[in-house]
């Protein structure tokens, strides 16, 4: 025999009103994020990347290089919403400069690090980024001649 009483809960109007409201509000966060993507632009994007930089303390050539090679980007491929950019747009960037690939190589970094601080804001939803690389050729030293070394380990003794 069991007792009505005060803690006595209805279940069924509990899970009703549950799953009514988590599915209406997860619509709301769908559209919102669907409206943020589409609304925010590269410029706007790099304003605020800016803003969050000088606060964090970063030096202001770092600043001053990473606005130049985001807006040389935009400019280069006319993308104006960060939603648009992607891994084809990136490549055909880089392709249309005629620099060495070690300048490639800085400025991708520099877009890089931009997109990386859009995905922590929510801007971007997948790191396609991570998979573009370029390959630079290293410069191998050459060893030094047996004279040279002879030469030091007389000189040390």
Known sequence: MTKKGLLD???KGL?????????????EKIKQFEVLDDSML??????????????????????SD?????????????VNHVADITADTVYKWL?????????????LKCLKAFLSRCFDNGWIE???WKMINIKVDQ???EGDAERELMYCSLYWT
Do not use: W
Request: charge should be positive; aromatic fraction near 6%; hydrophobic fraction near 30%.
């Open 42 to 63: 590269v410029s706007d994007a790099l304003e605020t990347n800016t803003r969050q930089m000088k606060v964090s303390g970063n030096r202001s050539r770092t600043i």
């Open 139 to 141: 410069k191998v030293k």
């Open 66 to 78: 990473y606005v130049l090679h985001v807006e040389y980007f935009q400019s280069g491929t006319n």
């Open 126 to 128: 997948i790191k396609f």
């Open 95 to 107: 392709d249309s400069m005629n620099v060495s690939n070690q300048t490639k190589l800085t400025r």
């Open 15 to 27: 899970l009703n009103g549950l799953t009514i409201t988590s599915s209406t509000a997860s619509k």
């Open 9 to 11: 809960v209805d279940i």
